[in-house]
Nanobody
Framework: EVQLVESGGGLVQAGGSLRLSCAASGFTFDDYAIGWFRQAPGKERERVSCISSSDGTTYDGASVKGRFTITRDNAKNTVFLQMNSLKPEDTGVYYC??????????????????WGQGTQVTVSS
């Protein structure tokens, strides 16, 4: 059974930090780029960050660049999102996603093959 399990969300004050984790199982982790998306109430889902499967190439959305860092530990089938200098507009449900890489130059730009159930992040002002 394919699973992407997010953890690490919570309530934090503006300017604070959180570290999200995404633990993957049930598929060949190395064959997938892993991304983070978020969705705030009443807004469309937004791609936050993504990391390739092999060379560690990352993509960061403009709104989080310089504040969020995505990393992956292939030995543990886990991806992390370190979020610093959090702002109230970062509030939302954060979802982990897996994107098949074989034959794709930019897998993060493709629709996700798998999704996690999400973890809530709330940043108070």
């Amino acid at each position: 059974e394919v699973q992407l399990v997010e953890s690490g969300g919570g309530l934090v004050q503006a300017g604070g930090s959180l570290r999200l984790s995404c633990a993957a199982s049930g598929f060949t982790f190395d064959d997938y780029a892993i991304g983070w998306f978020r969705q705030a109430p009443g807004k469309e889902r937004e791609r936050v960050s993504c990391i390739s499967s092999s060379d560690g190439t990352t993509y960061d959305g403009a709104s989080v660049k310089g504040r969020f860092t995505i990393t992956r530990d292939n030995a543990k089938n886990t991806v992390f999102l370190q979020m610093n200098s959090l702002k109230p507009e970062d509030t939302g449900v954060y979802y982990c996603s897996a994107h098949w890489v074989v034959g794709r130059a930019s897998p993060c730009l493709y629709e996700a093959d798998y999704w996690g159930q999400g973890t809530q992040v709330t940043v108070s002002s």
